[in-house]
Structures are given as C-alpha cells and as structure tokens.
C-alpha cells in the first residue's frame, strides 16, 4: 500500500515540475518577445532550422539512451510499468529519428551549400565537412534500425533484439562527435556542457548498468558448513 503512495507521489511530483516547466518556459519566452520576431525575415532561418532540429534530435536521443539504460538497469521499474516504460523508449527514440530526417532534409533548403539526397542520406560524400557529417548520417541509419527493432521484438529473440540495442550506445557516440566536429555551435560553451553533461551521464548510467550485471552474474559465496 505504502508502494502504491509512494508511486502516486513520484507520478504527482514529475508531472507538476514538467507544469512548472512548460509556465516559465512560456513566460520566458513573452517577457522577451520571442512571438514578436518574423521568422521569414530572416535570411538564415533555413540554417537555423537546421541547427535547432540538429539539437533537438541530441537531445531526444540523449532521452532515448538515458531512459534505456534506466531500464535496463531496473532504476524506474518500481515507479513506471513495463509497457508503459517500453513505450516511452519507443516514442523518444521515434521522435530522435524524425527530428534527425529533418535535420538532414532542412541542408536541402541551404544556400550556402548545394546538398542533394544522396548527399544526405548516404554518408561521407556531402559538400561541408563530409567526414563530420558522415557520422551523422551513420547515427541516423543505426537508430532508425534500432527503432524499427521496437514493433518487431516479439519476432525477434531476446538475446538479438539486446544486441542490436547495444548499437545504440554507437549511435550516441557517432552523433556527439558529428555536433562536435560538424556543428557550428560547438564553439558555444552552452553546446559543449550539452554534449559533455550527456556524455558523462551515459557513462556514469552504463558504469551501474555494468555494475549491477556483474553482480547478477558472480556467484553467490557458499556458506561453511556448522561443526
């Protein structure tokens, strides 16, 4: 029973700090006229599409990585149920797929650089940076398989589908090093604690996630015998 409160409290709480959130959010953005401002006026709003999707599809597969590796980890299991906990993994990890095609999709409407879907969607071969943004593309392909992996794990046997989710850690460090190297906004301390906070959380998740496995699998000390 005392369980089931102290769910109900954790619920409450994450959802009136999210409230809270959206609110300051929103007056930020009114007490600084952020409404005001004519986006088609600007000469480089398809460049600025293309930097905020690239942050914004981080920053889900970020949430995707870390949600996965609480999981994993069996952080949230007492407060989130497990479909509901799988869902939410898969929807992030949707949405970081989605915002990562409109990322790469937005350089076709770029002035400064001639991009073609090839350039895009295959790796290594565009007109800025291709290396740097090869490792984007690549962590796109990987997480949309991974996504794909969602819908078909009942077809697939648990050890595989565990594997194939092991990518993801891959996916994550490839689109790090592509905001690092490619990005313009790497030189902004801002989108350098973005990139190293993330960083360090994924590691320090992954260390008690190994931690906790290694535990699970030594075996236990036997116990001496009375005399």
């Known amino acids: 029973m005392s369980q089931d409160k102290s769910t109900k409290n954790t619920d409450l709480f994450v959802l ?6 959206v609110v300051l959010s929103v007056g930020w953005m009114l007490s600084n006229d952020v409404f005001q401002v004519s986006l088609l006026e600007d000469e480089k709003l398809s460049w600025h599409l293309v930097r905020s999707s690239g942050i914004i599809a981080f920053v889900l ?8 590796l609480l999981l ?19 929807t992030i990890s949707w949405l970081a797929v989605l915002l990562g095609l409109a990322h790469g999709l ?27 943004v090869g490792l984007g593309t690549l962590a796109f392909w990987l997480l ?12 697939l046997s648990h050890e595989r589908w565990k594997k194939l989710h092991y990518v993801s850690y891959i996916a994550f460090a490839l689109a790090a090093l592509h ?10 301390a801002g989108f350098r604690v973005l ?12 260390g008690i996630r190994l931690g906790r496995s290694q535990l699970k699998a030594s075996p236990a000390p036997a116990r001496r015998g009375s005399r």
């Open 16 to 21: 009136v700090a999210s409230l809270i959130i």
């Open 61 to 68: 597969l970020l949430a995707s990585t870390v949600w996965g």
């Open 72 to 90: 994993s980890s069996q952080l949230v299991k007492d407060w989130s149920p497990g479909p509901v906990a799988m869902t939410i993994h898969s």
């Open 106 to 132: 937005l350089l076709l409407l770029d002035k400064y650089f001639t991009y073609t879907l090839a350039d895009i969607l295959i790796p290594l071969i565009g007109p800025y940076r291709p290396e740097a």
């Open 144 to 155: 949309l398989a991974i996504s794909v992996s969602f819908p078909l794990k009942k077809w």
């Open 179 to 188: 905001g690092l190297l490619a990005g313009t906004d790497s030189a902004h």
């Open 195 to 206: 990139l190293g906070g993330g960083l360090l959380l994924v590691v320090l998740l992954l």
